[in-house]
């Protein structure tokens, strides 16, 4: 039988692991947190499960984004959400609520491509046209939980990307 040397090494973890047996353990659980905080956790986990179901852009349809000069996707058009989105606070403080005849405005000028609204309102990311979207810095700094819109939308063979936005001009 192997006799147990006691080291300084061996001492330590041993009163460590003691110690950590003592501390409670802290469960984060939905029903001690906010009213408010307990929708938006639990609208944010439907917009997860939503944007994981959102179809691959086919690879013929792929962009080259790495030797994109304009970044043009992400400056000319406004950035529509969904309902889930917006009400997920994920996209706080930019997503906006606008009304149905302000929609169908934007949709006539061919800033967003349709208008499904709910409860005659329709949401987007807030913005200047022709300027950065709010969450884009050197690259979109919300790459993994980037809107619906921008998951599925792909600029090879948009129209309104000419050649001189694809060369940086």
Do not use: W
């Amino acid at each position: 039988m192997k006799k147990f040397i006691h080291t300084p090494t061996n001492i330590r973890q041993t009163k460590e692991k003691k110690e950590e047996k003592k501390k409670p353990k802290v469960r984060r659980s939905l029903h001690v947190l906010g009213t408010d905080k307990k929708k938006k956790l639990l609208a944010q986990s439907k917009v997860h499960k939503f944007h994981r179901n959102v179809p691959a852009i086919p690879p013929e349809l792929v962009p080259d984004c790495a030797n994109c000069k304009t970044s043009a996707c992400c400056s000319r058009f406004i950035v529509e959400l969904t309902q889930l989105e917006h009400e997920s606070g994920l996209y706080a403080p930019y997503s906006v609520e606008i009304p149905e005849e302000v929609a169908n405005q934007l949709k006539s000028a061919g800033f967003i491509t349709t208008v499904a609204t709910t409860n005659g309102y329709r949401y987007i990311l807030e913005g200047a046209l022709n300027e950065m979207c709010p969450f884009f810095d050197n690259g979109c700094t919300i790459y993994n939980n980037r809107p619906y819109t921008c998951r599925s939308y792909s600029c090879v063979n948009d129209p309104r990307i000419t050649q001189e936005d694809r060369d940086g001009k």
